[in-house]
């Protein structure tokens, strides 16, 4: 469904499945370096209007209230530590 809703309504919004096809719970900060690799890596990087590729910073945006979770819940110190960096 979200899919549909991408290619319909966006030229530059796209879905990736990868997070909910993996057998098991991806930390954010390992789904972050997926998209980072996925973005930069494989499609390298978004284009700019004159056509070049320039790299693209991954960040997490999200609320206290889910920061604060992610302390002591299922996240692992060396995790934290990589969302800190973005």
Same mark, same amino acid.
């Given at each position: ?6 290619? $319909?309504?966006s =030229?530059?919004? #796209?879905?990736?499945p990868?997070e909910?096809i $993996?057998?098991?719970? #991806?930390?954010?900060? +390992?789904?972050l ?6 973005? =930069?890596?494989? @499609? ?8 070049? /590729?320039?790299?693209? /910073?991954?960040? +997490? ?6 920061? $604060?979770?992610?302390?002591?819940? @299922? ?7 990589? @969302? /800190? $960096?973005?």
């Amino acid at each position: 469904m979200c899919e549909i809703a991408a290619d $319909q309504t966006s =030229n530059w919004l #796209m879905v990736d499945p990868w997070e909910a096809i $993996q057998p098991e719970y #991806m930390p954010t900060a +390992l789904v972050l370096d997926h998209f980072e690799h996925e973005i =930069n890596d494989v @499609l390298g990087g978004a284009e700019r209007p004159d056509g070049s /590729r320039v790299p693209v /910073r991954i960040a +997490l945006l999200a609320g206290a209230d889910l920061i $604060q979770t992610m302390s002591y819940v @299922l996240i692992s110190p060396e995790h934290c530590y990589s @969302l /800190r $960096q973005a």
